[in-house]
């Protein structure tokens, strides 16, 4: 599986910003897609997830502002980022998570940064 991330860079707090994720080598519609992000110094943590049947999750830090979406058509999935803070700075990976013959796959994207000045 390849995931191949796209957007971030730096925006102004307050502002906005929108991440991609583009998979292929897998039956997208098949895992359940999130995004994590690592601060420096700090672990990577969960963001927001959706699942194959298009639930989602988030992070309490994120959850009003940020929004996670899939289109299984473009085989891709998004982080809509709205109001964000310089708390928000980070390296934000897309992951892909799957079950394969009983056990629970993992797919990384390369990470892309997002820093958020005051």
């Known amino acids: 599986v390849q995931l191949v991330q796209s957007g971030g860079g730096l925006v102004q707090a307050g502002g906005s910003l929108r991440l991609s994720c583009a998979a292929s080598?897998?039956?997208?519609?098949?895992?359940?897609m999130g995004w994590y992000r690592q601060a420096p110094g700090k672990q990577r943590e969960l963001v927001a997830t959706?699942?194959?049947?298009?639930?989602?999750n988030y992070a309490a830090s994120v959850k009003g502002r940020f929004t996670i979406s899939r289109d299984n058509a473009k085989n891709t999935v998004y982080l809509q980022m709205n109001s964000l803070n310089p708390e928000d700075t980070a390296v934000y990976y897309c992951?892909?998570?799957?079950?394969?013959?009983?056990?629970?796959?993992?797919?990384w994207g390369q990470g892309t940064q997002v820093t958020v000045s005051s």
């Open positions: 080598g897998t039956t997208f519609s098949s895992n359940d």
């Open positions: 992951n892909a998570a799957r079950v394969s013959r009983g056990t629970l796959l993992r797919s």
């Open positions: 959706i699942s194959s049947a298009g639930l989602t």
